[in-house]
């Protein structure tokens, strides 16, 4: 079972395991269809009708497996869903991140703007790892997602690339962006955005004060929050 907490592992073995009542309550919202492993106490609490199996066990042994023991003890493990590929007509989403609770924030917070179109590095972790799932309060499950290629500038060339910057950048006040479609580039923690993509795109920075910088998703809020308005 914690096999599953590596993407390569759950690809291999086609399975996802998410974990608390909450992503439950999500990921089930998307027409998946887990076997699920609790107790018989918390199961006299839950009402849903699209899980294939239910195993019951002690909450000493489920919290056992879990890596986030401090919510209910509620595992379930099913397929992944069916995949929906990025639709380059719409708004994106890029990733160089490789904190999973930043791009959790970053993705719920994009999906409250109406954009649900994400790229993900190849060192990025996948919408399914389960603190991307947790910070997102569940809503990573079942977004539009590909992985970055080589060279996405041809499916790109009638996006404006929006690179978030430390420094160097305009000022966000004076992006304009009105009536083209975007594609918002985040980097790597520490790392930034690779320099292909920094190049080709136009680099905002959000003026601070008192502090050096803001989290990568502390300035997505902000940039999202201006640039769909």
Same mark, same amino acid.
């Given at each position: 079972?914690?096999?599953?907490?590596?993407?390569?592992?759950?690809?291999?073995?086609?399975?996802?395991?998410?974990?608390?009542?909450?992503?439950?309550?999500?990921?089930?919202?998307?027409?998946?269809?887990?076997?699920?492993?609790?107790?018989?106490?918390?199961?006299?609490?839950? /009402?849903?009708? &699209?899980? #294939?199996? =239910?195993?019951? +066990?002690?909450?000493?042994? @489920? %919290?056992?497996?879990?890596?986030?023991? !401090?919510?209910?003890?509620?595992?379930?493990?099913?397929?992944?869903?069916?995949?929906?590929?990025?639709?380059?007509?719409?708004?994106?989403?890029?990733?160089?991140?490789?904190?999973?609770?930043?791009?959790?924030?970053?993705?719920?917070?994009?999906?409250?703007?109406?954009?649900?179109?994400?790229?993900?590095?190849?060192?990025?972790?996948?919408?399914?790892?389960?603190?991307?799932?947790?910070?997102?309060?569940?809503?990573?499950?079942?977004?539009?997602?590909?992985?970055?290629?080589?060279?996405?500038?041809? /499916?790109?060339? &009638?996006? #404006?690339? =929006?690179?978030? +910057?430390?420094?160097?950048? @305009? %000022?966000?006040?004076?992006?304009?962006? !009105?009536?083209?479609?975007?594609?918002?580039?985040?980097?790597?923690?520490?790392?930034?955005?690779?320099?292909?993509?920094?190049?080709?795109?136009?680099?905002?920075?959000?003026?601070?004060?008192?502090?050096?910088?803001?989290?990568?998703?502390?300035?997505?809020?902000?940039?999202?929050?201006?640039?769909?308005?």
């Amino acid at each position: 079972m914690k096999r599953l907490n590596n993407e390569q592992k759950r690809k291999k073995a086609n399975l996802i395991k998410i974990e608390g009542l909450r992503l439950l309550e999500n990921s089930l919202k998307q027409d998946w269809f887990p076997e699920l492993i609790t107790t018989e106490k918390h199961l006299k609490n839950l /009402k849903f009708k &699209n899980l #294939k199996k =239910i195993f019951i +066990s002690e909450e000493k042994i @489920i %919290k056992k497996y879990m890596n986030l023991p !401090k919510l209910e003890p509620i595992i379930a493990i099913g397929e992944y869903p069916v995949k929906k590929n990025v639709d380059y007509n719409e708004n994106i989403v890029a990733f160089f991140s490789q904190d999973p609770t930043n791009i959790g924030s970053i993705i719920r917070t994009s999906l409250a703007h109406g954009i649900n179109n994400f790229l993900f590095s190849k060192n990025s972790p996948d919408p399914y790892n389960l603190l991307v799932l947790r910070t997102s309060a569940g809503f990573s499950f079942g977004i539009k997602n590909s992985k970055i290629n080589i060279d996405e500038s041809p /499916k790109l060339s &009638n996006h #404006k690339l =929006i690179v978030a +910057s430390t420094h160097d950048g @305009i %000022k966000i006040e004076n992006l304009k962006s !009105k009536n083209k479609k975007f594609c918002l580039v985040f980097g790597h923690e520490s790392k930034g955005v690779p320099k292909p993509w920094e190049e080709k795109g136009e680099k905002i920075t959000i003026p601070i004060k008192n502090i050096e910088s803001l989290s990568v998703s502390a300035a997505a809020a902000i940039i999202i929050n201006k640039i769909t308005k």
